[in-house]
C-alpha cells in the first residue's frame, strides 16, 4: 500500500493568460491559452510523487479525452490510480483559470465527476486503510472526506486537509491533524481578519495548522499558539497557480520520509517558490532534485 493517500479533485485546467480581468461585459485579447491537467487533488499527489512521496490517488474523471489525459498524468508521475473512477456520462472537471501578467490568477471550477461521488466504496476503503498520511481538499464532497477522515483515523494515518474553496466545514476541523489554509481562507474560517490570529483560532480545532502567506513564507501553529514562522524564498513570479498544493504536497512527502514539521514545511516552501516562476499547474512543480539544490542554495 502507499504511504499518502490522497483524496481529491483531478481536473483539467483550461489556463488564459491576459494583462488584467476584464470588465463586465468587456471583450479582450488573451496572449496564450493551455491546457493542463490540474485540480487540488491532482497537484498536491503530483507534487508530493515528485518530492519522493509514494502516493494513491483516490478520485473520479469522466469517460471523455480529458479523463484520459488526466489518468496519464497520474500514471507518469508513478502515482497509484487503482482507486480512480471513470464515470460515464459525467464530464471531467474543468478549472477555468485566468493569468495576469504580473503572476496572480483567479479561478473558476466546474466539478463535473468530481462532485458525483458521495461515498467511499469498497476499493477506496481498502486503499484508505493502510496510508500513514490522508490528504483532502474541498474540491471533493464534505461528506466524503469527512468518511474518509474517520476510516484514516481509525487506521491511525495523519489527516491533512487544505480547506479551498472555503465551505462552512462543519465536524472536519475536528477530524483533521493537520490544516494547510492560505491566509485569506484562514481568516474566513475562524471569521477574523488578522491571519496570525486565525491560524491561533483555528488551531484550536485542527491539531496543527500551517498556514501559507505567498511572498511571506508560511507559519505553524498549534493549540491556540504560534510555534514557528517559516521564510520565504524570494523569486519573480511568472504564475501562483498550484503554489499552496506544491507546498502541501511536498511537506507531507517529506513528512513522510521522516522530516520534522518544520524542515518540511521548509522545503514546501522552496519548492512552491520553484513553481511559480513556471507556467501551469502540475507542469510547474519540480522534482526533488531540484528542491533539495535550492534548498541547499539558501
Avoid: Y
Avoid at 211 to 238: Q, S
Amino acid at each position: 500500500m502507499s504511504t499518502i493517500a490522497v483524496l481529491g479533485s483531478a481536473n483539467m485546467d483550461l489556463v488564459v493568460r491576459q494583462p488584467r480581468l476584464p470588465r463586465p461585459g468587456e471583450t479582450m485579447f488573451g496572449s496564450g491559452f493551455t491546457t493542463v491537467p490540474g485540480g487540488k487533488g491532482l497537484n498536491q499527489a503530483v507534487a508530493a510523487a515528485r518530492a519522493g512521496g509514494d502516493v494513491a490517488f483516490v478520485g473520479a474523471v469522466g469517460d471523455d479525452p480529458f479523463g484520459a489525459a488526466v489518468r496519464e498524468r497520474l500514471l507518469a508521475d508513478g502515482i497509484d490510480v487503482t482507486a480512480l473512477r471513470t464515470l460515464a456520462g459525467v464530464p471531467t472537471g474543468t478549472a477555468h483559470i485566468s493569468v495576469l501578467d504580473g503572476g496572480e490568477n483567479s479561478i473558476v471550477v466546474v466539478p463535473g465527476a468530481n462532485a458525483a461521488i458521495a461515498a467511499l466504496d469498497a476499493v477506496d476503503r481498502t486503499l484508505l486503510a493502510d496510508p500513514r498520511f490522508v490528504v483532502a481538499q474541498f474540491e471533493r464532497p464534505r461528506g466524503l472526506i469527512r468518511e474518509a477522515f474517520s476510516h484514516a483515523r481509525a487506521g491511525g494515518a495523519t489527516t491533512v486537509l487544505t480547506p479551498a474553496p472555503v465551505v462552512d466545514p462543519g465536524d472536519l476541523l475536528e477530524l483533521t491533524d493537520i490544516l494547510v489554509p492560505n491566509a485569506a481562507e484562514a481568516c474566513e474560517l475562524a471569521g477574523v481578519d488578522d491571519p496570525e490570529q486565525a491560524a491561533v483560532v483555528l488551531s484550536r480545532r485542527a491539531r496543527t495548522v500551517v498556514m501559507t502567506r505567498g511572498a511571506d513564507g508560511a507559519l505553524i501553529a498549534r493549540e491556540g499558539a504560534i510555534i514557528a514562522t517559516v521564510p520565504a524564498r524570494r523569486v519573480d513570479a511568472v504564475d501562483t497557480t498550484a503554489a499552496g498544493d506544491t507546498f502541501a504536497g511536498v511537506m507531507v512527502a517529506r513528512l513522510a520520509a521522516g522530516e520534522a514539521l518544520n524542515a518540511a514545511a521548509r522545503a514546501g516552501a522552496v519548492a512552491a517558490s520553484i513553481a511559480v516562476t513556471r507556467p501551469g499547474a502540475s507542469s510547474s512543480m519540480p522534482s526533488w532534485a531540484e528542491t533539495e539544490q535550492a534548498l541547499a542554495a539558501e
